[in-house]
């Protein structure tokens, strides 16, 4: 259980915010197969005051789609306030605030992972966002530091949340600078949990109940959160929460048929949210992360690569029998 302010959730692993991979289609699917809580992509919190059409799609949900939060990014402490009210009135469930983001056009405005090294602003930010929001937990995501890794700048960043009132943090073990490199540092994770007593969620590299445990293990971690985990692989919550409740039974790995279902029933979640043109370019990543490491997936990528309809998606998915050349793939360059 994760009790989040007035948000109680009965699983402990939630699943990550992650830009152009958990849409709807996403979510909706991942909650048939046992995710409880997840989160809408990123989105800036200038765009959101000034009504972007673009933002307002990314943040498009159901009925069937909760719990979900929403997660802003930005500098600005009046325009995170602003944005912050704007999403609690959209009913959303939580409230997440991006000190994480590495990419230049992010950091590079002094927003998302910038912001690990001004604690100044950083306490702005969040008392002007504590005061906007009335009743929905608020909650930052950060990393461990710009490019120090020993977790002290997060620490220090933890505590002023803590002391502004925010409900609870969570911290991938890396840096800014690491990007997606090396692996994440559990241990590190573990300083900001001695600097806090709010409930914290650890993050980074979660890909199977041992490094559920592992990472509790080492941070003393309340929840956790996966991201590139989940990425073809919607079974991935209830396996992880069956090894930290202690279930030492052999996990089954989904067959390729079962996969091939999924990610049919993917495809349509996706063709129900979008228009046909856009649906074959988003598949093209998407049918890829299923069929990861499975002999024959780099000619199934050059195959759908070139795939006009969803006619053909759906022929070429169902024809894939795993049994071409050996080639791999890696989730985070095809997410
Ligand atoms: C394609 C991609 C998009 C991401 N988008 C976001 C985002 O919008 N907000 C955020 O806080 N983190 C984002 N992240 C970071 C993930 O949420 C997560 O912290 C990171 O991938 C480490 O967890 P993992 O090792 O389980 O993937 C993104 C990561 C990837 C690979």
């Known amino acids: 259980m994760l009790k989040l302010k007035s948000l109680t959730l009965k699983s402990n692993v939630i699943q990550s915010p992650m830009a152009g991979c958990t849409d709807l289609a996403y979510r909706i699917l991942s909650r048939r197969y046992g995710m409880e809580f997840a989160f809408l992509e990123m989105v800036s919190a200038e765009a959101l005051v000034r009504g972007h059409a673009g933002t307002h799609e990314l943040m498009k949900t159901s009925p069937e789609d909760r719990p979900l939060g929403a997660q802003i990014v930005g500098c600005r402490p009046e325009a995170m306030g602003e944005a912050a009210?704007?999403?609690?009135?959209?009913?959303?469930?939580?409230?997440?605030?991006?000190?994480?983001?590495?990419?230049?056009?992010?950091?590079?405005?002094?927003?998302?992972?910038?912001?690990?090294?001004?604690?100044?602003?950083?306490?702005?930010?969040?008392?002007?966002?504590?005061?906007?929001?009335?009743?929905?937990?608020?909650?930052?995501?950060?990393?461990?530091?710009?490019?120090?890794?020993?977790?002290?700048?997060?620490?220090?960043?933890?505590?002023?949340?803590?002391?502004?009132?925010?409900?609870?943090?969570?911290?991938?073990?890396?840096?800014?600078?690491?990007?997606?490199?090396?692996?994440?540092?559990?241990?590190?994770?573990?300083?900001?949990?001695?600097?806090?007593?709010?409930?914290?969620?650890g993050n980074g590299d979660v890909l199977c109940g041992e490094d559920a445990e592992r990472l509790r293990r080492t941070a003393g971690v309340d929840g956790v959160m996966i991201g590139r985990g989940?990425?073809?692989?919607?079974?991935?919550?209830?396996?992880?929460?069956?090894?930290?409740?202690?279930?030492?039974?052999?996990?089954?790995?989904?067959?390729?048929?079962?996969?091939?279902?999924?990610?049919?029933?993917?495809?349509?979640?996706?063709?129900?949210?979008?228009?046909?043109?856009?649906v074959i370019a988003h598949m093209r990543r998407i049918a890829c992360w299923y069929f990861k490491n499975l002999p024959g997936v780099a000619q199934f990528r050059g195959r759908i690569n070139v795939c006009q309809s969803a006619v053909e998606l759906r022929h070429l998915i169902e024809s894939f029998d795993g049994q071409g050349p050996t080639g791999t793939e890696d989730v985070a360059a095809a997410a």
């Open 85 to 201: 009210a704007i999403v609690e009135g959209m009913g959303y469930d939580l409230l997440d605030i991006n000190f994480g983001c590495p990419v230049p056009k992010v950091a590079g405005q002094g927003a998302g992972s910038a912001l690990l090294a001004q604690p100044e602003k950083a306490e702005q930010i969040f008392r002007s966002v504590v005061k906007a929001v009335k009743r929905i937990p608020v909650t930052v995501k950060m990393r461990l530091g710009v490019a120090d890794g020993s977790g002290r700048e997060a620490a220090r960043i933890a505590r002023i949340a803590q002391d502004c009132g925010l409900d609870a943090i969570t911290v991938h073990g890396r840096t800014r600078v690491q990007g997606y490199s090396g692996q994440a540092d559990y241990e590190a994770i573990a300083r900001v949990r001695e600097a806090v007593s709010i409930p914290l969620i």
């Open 230 to 278: 989940g990425l073809g692989n919607p079974w991935i919550f209830k396996q992880i929460e069956r090894s930290l409740s202690g279930d030492r039974s052999p996990v089954q790995e989904p067959d390729l048929a079962t996969k091939k279902r999924v990610l049919l029933e993917h495809l349509e979640l996706e063709l129900a949210h979008r228009e046909e043109r856009t």
